[in-house]
């Protein structure tokens, strides 16, 4: 049988079990090159002769996905340590085995890293999906709007190089500053930005009423709108990763999270706005698990989205631990019904259908997870055992979520081909709110209680 990529990991899991136990599996780390293939490297201190028979073993049951060179080494070899040691491994499950992955990467090595800390004030949030046309801009740009006119002072920015359209949406020709992020990501990679560069980042938008304050840093600047023939050329340059004077590698991720760091100040903005590249691109992991941002996921109600979305959910659920129950960035992961229907029922269907996928993913409520073991005795069912120690809900199990329940933005068709800067007249509590209140109460979630309620 020939064997494939999604084959190989439990392949080797299975001979690692087989040939050495399972706590030489546990304690040892799978490394899988940039070209999928597998070895093996164990805390175990093993003789040539062993090593000779197993590493035939495993290349036999591999085929072409054993590495050629050294599929197995044992404790003394060369560089053991140093992958045992490395902190970019990664504990997944592998069929019923705990598996510690070294996954090496020419491109999406992001991915790999794990969900940043929250971030602290102002509060970011990060709009993602996984194709466009589900709403997010138009949500991004109805909520900027939304806290402006509560008086509040908003920084939107479109890290969407590719589909752009958050600048075009809330700047005009006379408010576009001179670059856009393209331009940060390219010229950090030849010398440090200054406070100049910066402040020619942004550009004021007319969308804000004289309350608040909304500010814009578009994916394109003037530079690039003026000189289009050069765009692919700075995209071809923009994601690739940064070497400073001290040997340090800034990651896309790393550079965005200083980009958006070097503004997120609370004297100067009491909210971050965040336009992410829609799909799973590797650029997706800077937004989505870098910024220590709430994430916000748009989907419509239809199998694309939760095909794609299994696969982000599952791959974040390798970031659980047995014993992190409750890690604090799933807290912050929302689902959103963009382009909703009307009917309640249909609309329940799709919070039915995105507990399912957070289930289904891995991303289970820790007292469904985690339940004790307690021993109960056989028949009669009398003198359980009783822990005081162990809390009612725990036994008895939670029907709450660690993550919050979806929220939905209405279709309505007012808001098709949505051009706020023309049409201010749809940028009015009245008319957003009957079908973005839902949605724009779950933003203000996240301001501290006694702002939620500013100027309402």
Same mark, same amino acid.
């Given at each position: 049988?020939t064997?494939?990529f ?15 136990g399972?706590?030489a ?12 293939r597998?070895?093996?490297f164990t ?23 054993a590495r050629?060179?050294r ?19 990664l ?21 790999l ?9 102002p509060?970011?949030f990060v ?5 466009g ?10 909520a900027a ?5 509560? %008086?509040?002072?908003? *920084?939107?920015?479109d890290?969407?190089?590719e589909?752009? !359209? $958050?600048g @075009?949406?809330l =700047?005009?020709? #006379? ?6 992020v ?19 980042l ?17 994916a ?7 000189n ?9 340059r923009a994601?690739?990763?940064?070497v400073?004077p001290?040997?340090r ?14 503004f ?8 971050i706005?965040i336009? %992410?590249?829609?799909? *799973?691109?590797?650029?997706?992991a800077?937004?989505?698990? !870098? $910024?220590g @941002?709430?994430? =916000?996921?748009? #989907?419509?109600?239809?199998p694309q989205?939760?095909?794609?979305y ?5 791959h974040?659920?390798r ?11 799933l ?10 229907p009307s009917?309640?029922d249909e ?5 039915d ?15 469904q997870a ?17 822990d005081?120690?162990v ?12 993550y919050p329940e979806?929220?939905a ?6 808001f ?16 957003y709110?009957?079908s ?21």
């Open positions: 049988m064997v494939r999604d084959d190989s990991l439990e392949i080797l899991t299975d001979v690692i079990v087989k040939e050495l399972e706590n599996l546990t304690t040892g780390v799978a490394l899988r090159d940039v070209s999928g597998l070895s093996f805390e175990a201190d093993l003789n040539e002769e062993r090593i000779k028979l197993i590493s035939k073993h495993i290349r036999s049951k591999l085929g072409s996905y050629t060179d599929v197995l080494a044992g404790l003394n070899d060369v560089g053991v340590n140093s992958v045992l040691a490395d902190n970019a491994v504990a997944i499950k592998v069929g019923r085995y705990r598996v510690r992955l070294l996954d090496r990467r020419l491109v999406g090595a992001d991915w890293r794990a969900p940043a800390v929250v971030a602290p004030p509060p970011r709009f993602a999906s996984l194709k046309g589900v709403g997010r801009s138009t949500a991004l740009s109805v709007a939304d806290l402006a006119s509560h %008086g509040k002072r908003v *920084l939107a920015i890290l969407d190089m589909a752009p !359209g $958050l @075009a949406m =700047l005009d020709a #006379g408010t576009v500053p001179e670059f856009g393209i331009d940060a990501l390219v010229e950090n990679g030849m010398t440090p930005l200054d406070d100049q560069f910066f402040t020619d942004v550009g004021p938008s007319s969308l804000a009423n004289r309350v608040g304050r909304i500010d814009v840093i578009p394109f600047g003037r530079r690039s709108i003026d289009p023939a050069d765009v692919l050329a700075k995209i071809a994601y690739t990763e940064d400073g001290d040997g590698v800034a990651t896309i991720l790393d550079q965005i999270r200083e980009l958006v760091d070097h997120a100040q609370p004297a100067r903005y009491d909210a706005l336009d %992410g590249r829609a799909g *799973l691109h590797e650029t997706t800077s937004s989505i698990l !870098g $910024l @941002a709430e994430v =916000l996921l748009f #989907g419509v109600d239809e989205t939760f095909l794609g299994s696969v982000l959910l599952t974040l659920a970031f659980l631990h047995p014993k992190d129950l409750r890690p604090e960035w807290e912050r992961i929302t689902m959103v019904h963009g382009k909703a009917d309640p609309r329940a269907a799709f919070v259908r995105c507990q399912k996928l957070f289930m289904d993913s891995g991303l289970r409520p820790p007292t985690g339940l004790p073991d307690i021993a109960l005795p056989a028949e009669p069912f009398n003198n359980v055992p009783w005081d120690e809390r009612d809900e725990d036994v008895l199990g939670n029907d709450k979520s660690d979806p929220v933005i209405l279709d309505d068709g007012r098709r081909q949505f051009d706020p800067v023309k049409h201010r007249d749809l940028i009015t509590e009245e008319l709110r009957s973005f209140g839902q949605f724009l109460d779950r933003i203000n979630q996240s301001f501290p209680p006694d702002e939620e309620n500013l100027g309402r």
